[in-house]
């Protein structure tokens, strides 16, 4: 029995373009966004997906909707949602760098991470709620083709832990806007993944 997940990063929001912190955030989805994704539904106009399950955000609900349309099941869960990030959410990266007291930076692979923001999320529990996502996939869906549309920062934690990664090691693995990733489970076992850039493309290029 072969389980495959997909999952999506959702389109372009005004914050991502003037890197500014979203979190748990509800930022709608730029006008660049919209425009991508509506194209990106193009590319995967062939595909067929049992479920989407999406996070409780408007910016993943919508990129979800643009891309399959109202003829699969839309299920929100709050186990896909964001990163807290804390004191640091509206704010630029520019605007925390001179956050006092001083915010704790690491450098993963070519990623930098905020350790330390006041009321911020550890990683440990964005890692923990990825568990429980794979979980629940595995449990309720096994054996079908599920979309995830979700967000950078959680994405790596669940594509580290679908890949057997560490949760510091899936700190170096960032996921573009509308980049899929499409993982192929025989049982328990990950049997192939693939990766395809989708923002502003209407065909899909694996």
């Avoid at 991508?36 to 989407?52: G, H, Q, T, W």
Wanted: aromatic share 8%; hydrophobic share 35%; with cysteine.
């Amino acid at each position: 029995m072969h389980t495959h997940i997909y999952t999506i990063r959702h389109a372009k929001t005004s914050f991502g373009e003037e890197h500014r912190y979203a979190g748990t955030m509800d930022v709608p989805l730029s006008p660049r966004g919209l425009k991508e994704a509506k194209v990106s539904a193009r590319a995967l106009r062939n595909m067929k997906f049992d479920v989407v399950l999406t996070s409780m955000k408007i910016r993943a609900i919508d990129t979800a909707r643009i891309l399959v349309g109202d003829t699969t099941p839309l299920v929100s869960c709050h186990l896909c949602d964001e990163r807290n990030f804390g004191a640091m959410e509206g704010h630029t990266a520019l605007e925390v760098k001179h956050f006092k007291p001083r915010i704790l930076f690491i450098k993963v692979g070519n990623d930098t991470h905020s350790v330390n923001p006041l009321g911020g999320e550890p990683f440990e529990d964005v890692r923990e709620r990825a568990k429980r996502l794979r979980r629940l996939v595995f449990r309720r869906y096994r054996g079908s083709s599920i979309l995830i549309v979700s967000h950078g920062t959680f994405l790596q934690q669940f594509h580290g832990l679908l890949r057997g990664k560490s949760c510091i090691e899936s700190l170096a693995d960032w996921t573009s806007d509308l980049e899929m990733t499409s993982f192929t489970f025989s049982g328990n076992r990950l049997t192939e993944e693939r990766t395809a850039k989708l923002a502003g493309a209407d065909r899909l290029d694996w």
